[in-house]
């Protein structure tokens, strides 16, 4: 016989029997022993619709479902999985495209890389809290409408929910720390996210593509927010960024195209490239005073922004022109680095900077604020009290003090004045919260 074909032989028969060895059959699932417990590792009818998995087999618990056990199994619409199974392995049931419904059992504490990816039909899932850990892709591209997150979860990994497109709510628990890159990355049906306290890390494209979100609030806990996490978050109107967040990276609302309104944190150091990159609704933006570099197109194709105010000197700007952005940039008297232009807009001073988050800036009318010989401020209980003389008023000129707490919104609300003057000076009383920003204004001679 030849030599060749012998080997093929010898190696077929060693295969054979190792398999044989390997797993054995029990009804229509394969299974392999390990120590005192059975893991099942596939099944001999992949044209089954339904799997009931056995709690035990010859006398031994089963305790795992396998690497791949029942990948692409197209046909199967149901599966129960008994008590006492603790790990569901990497792909068990990836692509089980008719896969309706599953029962996880109290007891499983892993749920492995892709295990559930694919399974378009499966509507809802229910995560016990014994599962600790779920690793990525583990649902991606499923189609249930809801999910709550077992307590005992510390970290969500990358790409757990990607573009499971049905996806309306989560549920994320307190003692989550961490979510992972484009965790909900391509969830077009997610409308609404609560982010616990004490998360503290949000992941490159975490909630990009993620078309129906409207509002976010991130807890103070959060420092990080990865690159892209909300990217062509084309309806997302409304953000609250941490106040521990130091870093706005690049791409993080980029083509948000409803965002109307944001308040950078006054710890936030940089903003990156094409970070606010055709945010359409933003027609005002301030920048705190400790940034300092703001990148490549941070505001290009923003074509309703009509001023960007920045609190501090001039930032490093990564763009020698701005493309499709009608702002000017307004800055205080004494901040350095402005010249005619910023980032390829046009600049023009704002008055001046007081203590206290109070700050006075222009108002389109009669009188500039550069006209005002000076103004002193006292803060106590949530109270601002503000005394100004203007230069250039012409006797019997009218007058409001305004306040806003986003440069956007403007109101006379809880502004009460003294009842007399003294050397032509008057003072305003301006209720405030503490820790909250408060811009204030002075408008002359109102034109109606």
Known sequence: MNPRLKTVYLLAFLFSAFVSHASEIFEELRYSESGTGISIVGSTNPLA?????????????????????FWNHRSVQNVVIPDGVTIIGERAFNNCGSLTSITIPEGVTSIGRSTFAGCRQLRSISIPNSVTFIDRLAFA?????????????????????????????????????????????????????????????????????????????FPDTVTSIGASAFSECVRLNRVTLSNSLTVIGDLTFYECGSLSSITIPSGVTSIGDEAFKGCNGLTRLYIPELVSSIGRGAFDDCINLEAIYCAG????????????????VYYFDGATGFSEQWGGMPTKRMGFKTPSKVVLIEKDLPYDLSTLEEASFQHSQNRYEFTFQPANVIDGGSYIVEKSDDLMRWDS????????????????????????????????????
């Open 141 to 217: 591209s499923c189609a249930f409408e809801s999910v709550i997150l077992p307590d005992s979860l510390s970290e969500i990994e990358d790409l757990v929910f990607s573009d499971c497109s049905r996806l309306v709510s989560v549920t994320i628990p307190e003692g989550v720390s961490s979510i992972g890159g484009r965790a909900f990355g391509g969830c077009r049906s997610l409308k609404s996210i609560v982010i616990p306290e004490g998360v503290t890390v949000i992941g490159e494209q975490a909630f990009s593509g993620c078309s129906q979100l409207s509002d976010v609030t």
């Open 413 to 448: 609300n809880d502004v009460t004045y003294s009842d007399s003057t003294f050397g032509g000076k008057r003072t305003a009383y301006v209720s405030a919260v503490d820790d909250a920003p408060l811009f204030l204004r002075v408008a002359f001679g109102y034109i109606e």
């Open 313 to 328: 000197n001039a930032p490093a700007s990564g763009s020698e022109e701005s493309i499709n952005v009608p702002a000017s």
């Open 49 to 69: 619709t339904e799997f009931l998995i056995p709690s035990e087999i010859d006398g031994k618990p089963v305790t795992g479902i396998g690497f791949r056990a």
